[in-house]
């Protein structure tokens, strides 16, 4: 598999994650093994152990794999590189929307975004299928759709499930024990490089936030909670009609209520993460409330 492609880098970045949690000591598993592991080809797991060897990591001659070092933090490849089109589609969508501040009524075509986001049209058109059960799109006839109106009882509602969900999926996350926790704590530095910029780095925030409760909501397990975290987080974290004047003031105290949870994690208290949890869930429903633009109300 080519070097190129979002399911190498994901996969690559798995092995390393693997070295650096210790799970590895000394020589790494057959082939067979990472294959089924990574849920990839044995092909690809030749090219993670090409890329591995060529970067000084393993050295590898026939069966024998053997780790030489860790692996440091500017060998993963990017989050963003990672993604296949189909991840990256509902995040390019909701940030065209949002950047050109779309109105309600506004039509949509399939040909267009599939032109503006260099991918195919039925890319576009499965994605914006399973996006219009939220209700914020509806598809037309001629192959066009529009975007209806965000209203307060739609928020309230989406929140009060999105509640139920994350709740469930962090009580069983702070069961899991110290090793599952290093998940989230290993992107506290990530947190701190925009706490340092934050006047410039607010901006990044909504990519990190998703990346940051995606790690509880994968390690649930529950297909549904998971298909629906990858819509909610569109609306949260992209939604079109949030008032920009304060966005930096939120994010702000968002990836503080985040280096809390890590915090607490890092100290292996549950119940101070709980707590921090708490705090965030509640932000997060206020600053919904307070600063989303509602029909009716601009």
């Known amino acids: 598999m080519s070097r190129h492609s979002s399911t190498y880098k994901e996969s ?33 797991v030749r090219s993670i152990l090409n890329g591995l060897q060529d970067a000084g990591i393993i050295a590898w001659s026939g069966r024998s ?3 030489l070092r860790k692996p440091r933090k500017a060998e993963y490849f990017p989050a963003d590189e990672t993604e296949s089109v189909a991840e990256k589609i509902p995040s390019m969508f909701m940030e065209h929307v949002f950047a050109g501040e779309l109105n309600p009524g506004t039509t949509l075509r399939e040909t267009e975004l599939a032109k503006t986001f260099s991918v195919s049209s039925t890319a576009v ?24 109106g965000f209203t307060r ?13 994350e709740r469930a999926a962090f009580d ?44 509880w909501i994968d390690a649930f397990g529950n297909r549904f909670v998971r ?7 569109l609306v949260f974290h992209y939604h079109y009609r949030w008032r920009k004047q304060d966005e ?16 607490a994690l890092e100290a292996q208290d549950p119940m101070a993460a709980q707590a921090a949890m708490n705090v965030h869930l509640r932000h997060a429903k206020e600053t919904l409330l307070a600063s989303a633009m509602w029909d009716g109300n601009l």
């Open 172 to 215: 069983a996350f702070l069961r899991s024990g110290p090793k599952a926790h290093q998940l989230a704590i290993q992107q506290r530095a990530e947190h701190e490089a925009i706490l340092d910029n934050i006047a410039s780095d607010y901006v990044l925030f909504p990519r990190l936030d998703e990346k940051f409760h995606r790690v």
């Open 12 to 44: 690559y970045n798995r092995a390393l994650d693997m070295i650096v949690s210790g799970e590895i000591r000394r020589e790494l598993p057959t082939e067979v093994a990472l294959a089924k592991q990574w849920a990839v080809s044995r092909t690809t």
């Open 125 to 148: 058109r499965e994605f914006l299928i399973r996006f219009s059960r939220f209700g914020l799109i509806e598809k037309k006839t001629n192959r066009h759709w529009v975007l209806h």
């Open 248 to 263: 930096l003031e939120r994010n702000h105290h968002a990836v503080i209520q985040h280096l809390d949870i890590i915090s």
């Open 153 to 165: 009882d739609f928020a309230e509602e989406l929140f009060t499930v999105r509640e139920m969900f």
């Open 227 to 233: 298909d629906f975290f990858e819509l909610i987080s």
């Open 65 to 67: 794999k053997t780790v």
